[in-house]
């Protein structure tokens, strides 16, 4: 709205001084002038409101989907912005030499604005390239945002999940992955609530983070926020469709309203499962047994993955190590992969194995 009505301003003076250069020859002595100047001002202004939208919607249409600015950006568009206004103002000096009016100036004024709001948009949206160009690489050498579509942004499910990790550990995440603060803030919340389950999964979430940093997978903190939406699944679809990344989650509900909404969208849980062998009944394992399960006389470890196993009649081993089972079954769930096993009773070899090995 500042440019529309910058530019209707320069254009109703424009009017009023041609609306009275015209009364003005019309009859000095007469209501002309007065008539002149009202018929200017009022078809300037109303002129100047309807060019202005329409140019101010053009250029709105090139950078509509721009939404973060890096420094190189800023420093690209201020340059390229000063120089469309001096262009505006060198093209104009013509004008004023040759036409010898007094709407001359107004008119150059505007042309000026016009090339002057042109530049710093083309050098927001182009920032880079520009200071590539001009040999000022060190600016962009390491980018405040990544590049758009190469990144996974996570949502709190995707964090608190081991599909990430394993992921990052594969080498599949050479893009690296987007880390919004209101995302880690959320994590950090769940990590100190009472419920055992989801403490620890928020626990092991954070600490999978520093482990893809210590494997060499890029991790961007974002430090956006959407207050328009209070929902964090929300929040991550608006920020995820802002940066022009594709969303990482757990959440089937947040993945359906993504494909609903043309976001690109990953499903952790749906690919791991594709992806990962399961385990058949009769694998023998090697587990630690860390606490009592819910029913009587059940035991629980967890496989390095962080995949439960529940073991039948095997509470009397809580807080043994290098415990052998054998699986009885295994199904999928909404906090991962749930093995059931028995005790091994044919022999020490596969535990003896796995603390030689």
Known sequence: MIFVEVFRLLLVIAGVI???????????????????????????????????????????????????????????????????????????????????????????SAFAWVLCAAGVRIGVTKGQEIVRAAGLSHLVDRPAEPPPGTALLVDSSAVMDRYLLVLGQSGLLTGGIVLPRFVTDEVRALSHIPD?????????????????????????????????????????????????????????????????????????????????????PGERLVIDLVKEGRQPRQAVGYLPQGDMVVVNDASHLVGRHDIEVVVSSARQTSQGLLVFAQLFEGGPALAQHARTG
């Open 18 to 108: 041609g609306g009275l250069t015209v009364g003005n020859d019309i009859g000095r002595n007469t209501t002309a002038p007065v008539v002149g100047i009202t018929l200017g001002a009022l078809a300037s202004y109303l002129l100047g409101g309807i060019i202005g939208r329409f140019i101010d919607r053009g250029m709105r249409g090139a950078v509509g989907q721009l939404r973060s600015t890096p420094a190189s950006s800023v420093f690209a568009g201020s340059v390229v912005g000063t120089t469309g206004l001096l262009l505006g103002l060198v093209a104009g000096l013509p004008i004023v030499a040759l036409v010898h009016s007094s709407i001359d100036y107004p008119l150059v």
């Open 196 to 280: 055992p389950v989801a403490s620890r999964r928020a626990h092991r979430g954070l600490e999978a983070i520093e482990a893809l940093q210590a494997e060499g997978v890029p991790v961007w903190i974002n430090e956006d926020e959407v207050p328009e939406r209070s929902d964090s699944g929300d929040r991550a679809l608006a920020l995820a469709h802002r940066l022009h990344v594709r969303l990482g989650t757990c959440s089937a509900e947040l993945t359906e309203r993504a494909e609903q909404q043309g976001i690109d969208v990953v499903d952790l849980r749906r690919l791991a499962a594709e992806l990962s062998p399961d385990h058949p």
